[in-house]
């Protein structure tokens, strides 16, 4: 049995997972400078320790509503072709072992535009982990 | 050493570096004798001095590398094996090499040095391929005095080891001997000077240790010895340094500035004085780290310019023309990725002077010039920037074809062409679309792929001009940044955010009393009343920026934000872009700092409006604006075509109205008014601050040595004050500046002129009434021009005419 390991997050009350590998180091809520004209998901450039990064709303990535004022949202740095770049999540879960028998491709609930960034999910306990597929969200425009 | 030939000199570095390493793969050779790769690595070394040492004629040198390459190509081929003797013989040869670059290094040729005896033993060994070991051990054993003769200043340390130079590379190994038994070495070793032979024939790499420990020794006993003072060895005056490794070290300085940026922001809120005292030293050191790793990038153009006069012969060659290559300012040093970056475009425009702008020789005599053809390339530096220019006295642009062809490509309409100047049309070649393949050859002219010059040269923050004068020549300027990684830069605030403009297009900063335009119609309500506004051309918003419509560009516009009512005052960047200066409207200016710059991710990259972000004092980001984008996006040049359009009218009944403002000022007790389109900027200098040199007052301004007149002087009288300190009208032209001290600077006034006569005293065109007062009209840049003829030199008529037509149209 091979398992893989996943850091989960939450996003609307949904749960996803990326592989812990791509995750670089979480932060919280960091002061983001908004980049006018940018495309719609980026939600503009944090300071990581005096590097420039590209931070991105997952939530406008995934199609979900937006996050209700007032709420933070806490980041993702994930590595992306050798590049920092932080995913902008609401709430930051474990780290779970997943059974990779357990993966099955997108459920067919799953709405067209979310359906892209997701490789798939895996059943536990009662609970579906969605797998982000993070170098295409990466690539969200 | 100092005036070595820079071939030489590198010859040397390369050599030397080189021959560590065949001492090392000789050495592998005799454990590993088959490896081919080994000993192909030893040939070409040995062949690489032999080949420069014969291209400078270093004829020792050749001989001894020359039978040592044969030796090596029979064991390359396979015709002999490796034998210890084989490699002893071509240790030798080594050691003779080493002493050969020692002497040239030392005495800048090869000295009386005999290397004969070694040719001979290599030779020997060459001729007898199996190796018999008696003769050859014996012939080598003879050879020892000879080898050590030749070497110069012989040493006690050197004389019982030459033999053992097999030996003596195996005991490489053991480099870490312990200094005490280095010492006594190391003495008699620092007693002769060049070292470096010694070194060589001394037992093993201990005394490698000792080149790097001596120095101090060195120079005590050196000192002592007399004149002749210690040189540093070529070898150890330079490293060569991973690429790598100094970005690291330049993105580590980049950090250091912020953080600086950040400390010197925190300490001036405080009242702690030896805090300030640290911060103000921090200051110091990080921009002189900076300075200095900056230079550890810089290269000489002429590393670039080195292989230009091969291409330029044969594309003259092939097209059978006659071209004569200048280069002038070899030495001009920017950074290594900037030239990097500008190789390409570069190259492609003296391709393009040599291709189309040089005329054939039979078409040159006709024209009445000469059958050769000149390019020039010039380099020099020009206020924080590298000036590149190529020109040629080639046939020049002709705009007539230009034009024909821009319109027949619908690049430009009729009526657009109408409006345009020579120098607009002269632009045309940067156009995307305006040169493809099949242009090439039919259009005399140049254009062949320019839009991409621009663009690489626009990317790394250089800006592309061109002069052409048809029948006479043209003259492509590039302006390069000197480095990419700090750059000043102005802070400003749009909507809450901040954004960074780089001072290079900055030209100046203008407020503006109210901040919301007017509509058409408003314009003539306001009439008169003297507040700097904007107003409407064509529907689209200008300011009067000295009598000159500028377009205005709306920062938040531009960036998409939504729109809102603007109200209260703002601020105005005059931005220059290309040849195209306009005005950037921002909420706030916040101040001035030098910024790291960052590159962004592709997806923001795309957006074309940012050149990258920075992180400011407070540790947050903010965007560095591309004002080339800015430029181009907001459509500032059909804006300036319609200007053009209108300016005509504008300026007839301008000229009617006559309200150009004018600076008064008193000077020895003289009344003067100055044109404000003639003043770069007041000023009030310490009367401390104003040196003598030469004869002549000067004082130093923004890191430039200006000259400095006495306004009252020139009029023929004395001041009737002494002051601590002066107010300046400061006057600038294409990068050269000049003060102009006044005793009082009294008031700017507008439309004020009741009468004026005209008389011509030089720089005194004329006297006017101005507030009731009979006033001295001053063309401030005669006055400096009789004053310091030596002004004029380098400035550009163009500017010099733009400011005459502002001036005539003020006079009339």
């Avoid at chain 2, 305006?434 to 990317?459: C, K, L, P, Q």
Wanted: proline residues 4%; glycine residues 8%.
């Amino acid at each position: 049995m091979t398992t893989t390991q996943y850091a989960t997050f939450t996003l609307a009350d949904q749960w996803y997972g990326l592989e812990v590998e791509r995750v670089q180091e979480v932060l919280r809520a960091q002061l983001c400078t908004p980049v006018p004209s940018a495309p719609p998901a980026i939600a503009g450039l944090i300071n990581l320790r005096g590097q420039v990064v590209t931070a991105l709303d997952i939530r406008t990535v995934l199609g979900l509503p937006e996050r209700a004022q007032g709420k933070d949202p806490m980041n993702v740095v994930v590595r992306v072709k050798g590049e920092a770049m932080a995913f902008l999540v609401d709430v930051i879960g474990g780290v779970i072992d997943v059974d990779d028998s357990s993966f099955e491709p997108p459920p067919d609930t799953l709405a067209g535009q979310r359906r892209e960034f997701i490789r798939g999910s895996y059943k536990l306990d009662g609970r579906l982990l969605m797998a982000l597929d993070v170098d295409r969200t990466a690539d969200a425009q | 050493m100092e005036g070595m030939d820079e071939i030489v000199q590198e010859f040397l570095v390369e050599s030397l570096e080189n021959l560590d390493q065949l001492d090392r793969d000789l050495v592998a050779l005799e454990r590993d004798p088959g490896s081919r790769e080994l000993l192909s690595s030893i040939f070409r070394t040995i062949h690489t001095i032999k080949g420069t040492s014969g291209f400078l004629a270093f004829n020792k040198l050749e001989s001894v590398t020359h039978v040592g390459e044969n030796l090596l190509s029979r064991l390359r081929d396979g015709e002999r094996q490796m034998t210890p003797i084989t490699t002893d013989v071509l240790l030798k040869m080594v050691d003779a090499v080493r002493s050969l670059l020692d002497s040239i290094e030392n005495t800048g040729g090869e000295g009386d040095l005999d290397v004969q005896p070694v040719v001979e033993v290599i030779t020997e060994c060459l001729n007898n391929p199996d190796g018999e070991q008696q003769r050859v051990a014996g012939a080598s054993a003879q050879d020892i005095k000879p080898v050590k003769e030749a070497k110069p200043a012989s040493t006690k340390a050197a004389k019982p080891k030459t033999t053992k130079g097999a030996k003596a590379s195996a005991r490489q190994q053991q480099r870490q001997e312990s200094a005490a038994t280095v010492e006594p070495v190391q003495l008699e070793v620092s007693a002769v000077i060049p070292a470096q032979t010694t070194a060589q024939a001394a037992p093993d790499k201990a005394v490698e240790q000792v080149r790097e420990e001596a120095p101090d020794k060195l120079a005590d006993k050196q000192a002592g010895e007399g004149d002749q003072g210690p040189r540093r060895a070529v070898a150890d005056s330079t490293i060569r340094v991973d690429v790598d490794l100094l970005d690291t070290l330049m993105r580590l300085v980049g950090e250091l500035v912020l953080t600086r940026n950040q400390v010197v922001s925190y300490a001036a809120h405080l009242q702690d004085t030896t805090l300030i005292r640290s911060t103000q030293r921090l200051n110091l050191i990080a921009s002189e780290l900076q300075e200095g790793v900056m230079k550890t990038r810089m290269q000489p153009i002429d590393h670039l310019w080195a292989k230009l006069p091969r291409v330029v012969r044969d594309l003259a060659h092939s097209v059978g023309k006659q071209i004569e290559l200048v280069m002038v300012g070899r030495d001009t040093e920017l950074d290594r990725t900037l030239l990097e970056a500008i190789k390409d475009p570069l190259t492609h425009i003296v391709r393009n002077s040599c291709d189309h702008g040089i005329e054939a020789p039979q078409q040159r005599s006709e024209a009445g010039k000469p059958r050769t053809g000149t390019l020039t390339l010039r380099a020099y530096h020009q206020s924080g920037q590298v000036v590149i220019e190529v020109s040629d006295d080639g046939g020049g642009i002709n705009t007539q074809k230009v034009s024909a062809k821009a319109l027949e490509r619908r690049l430009i309409t009729q009526d657009q062409l109408a409006r345009m100047s020579e120098r607009d049309i002269v632009d045309l070649v940067f156009k995307p679309g305006f040169s493809t393949a099949e242009t090439v050859s039919n259009i005399s002219g140049r254009g062949v792929g320019m839009d991409v010059v621009r663009t690489n040269i626009e990317a790394i923050g250089g800006s592309v001009e061109l002069d052409s004068t048809f029948g006479r020549g043209t003259t492509t300027r590039l302006t390069i940044p000197l480095t990419l990684a700090i750059v000043p830069a102005l802070t400003v605030e749009c909507r809450g955010e901040r954004y960074a403009i780089p001072q290079v297009s900055m030209q100046e900063l203008v407020f503006l009393d109210d901040g919301e335009p007017l509509d058409e119609e408003g314009r003539s309500s306001q009439e008169g009343s003297g507040k700097a506004r904007v107003e409407y051309v064509g529907g689209a918003p200008v300011y009067r920026l000295r009598g000159k419509l500028l377009p205005l560009v709306y920062l938040d516009e531009v960036l998409g934000l939504p729109q809102i009512q603007r109200q209260g005052p703002a601020y105005l960047a005059v931005l220059q872009a290309d040849d195209r200066k306009f005005g950037l409207v921002v909420d706030r200016v916040l101040n001035t700092e030098e910024i790291v710059v960052k590159s962004l991710g592709a997806q923001l990259k795309n957006i074309g409006l940012y050149a990258g972000a920075t992180i400011l004092g407070d540790g947050r980001v903010a965007l560095i604006l591309d004002v080339q984008a800015l430029s181009r996006r907001s459509h500032t040049e059909t804006l300036e075509r319609l200007i053009a359009q209108e300016t005509s009218a504008e300026v007839e009944a301008a000229a009617g109205r006559d309200n150009e403002r004018l600076l008064v000022v008193a000077a020895g007790g003289h009344r003067v008014a100055i044109p404000l389109g003639m003043v770069t900027r007041l000023e009030e200098f310490a009367a401390t601050a104003i040196e003598r040199s030469g004869g002549r007052e000067v004082t130093q301004y923004r890191g430039q040595i200006i000259p400095v007149m006495r306004l009252a002087e020139m009029l023929g009288s004395y001041s009737q004050t002494e002051a601590d300190s002066w107010p300046v009208v400061v006057y600038s032209e294409r990068g050269k500046t000049a003060a102009v001290v006044v005793d009082e600077i009294l008031d700017i006034v507008e439309d004020a002129v009741r009468s004026r006569t005209s008389e011509n005293l030089g720089a005194i065109t004329g006297s006017a009434v101005i507030q009731d007062r009979v006033t001295e009209l001053l063309d401030v840049r005669q006055a400096i021009l009789a004053a310091d003829p030596r002004f004029a030199d380098f400035s550009d008529s163009d500017t010099v005419e733009g400011l005459d037509q502002v001036y005539e149209h003020e006079m009339r």
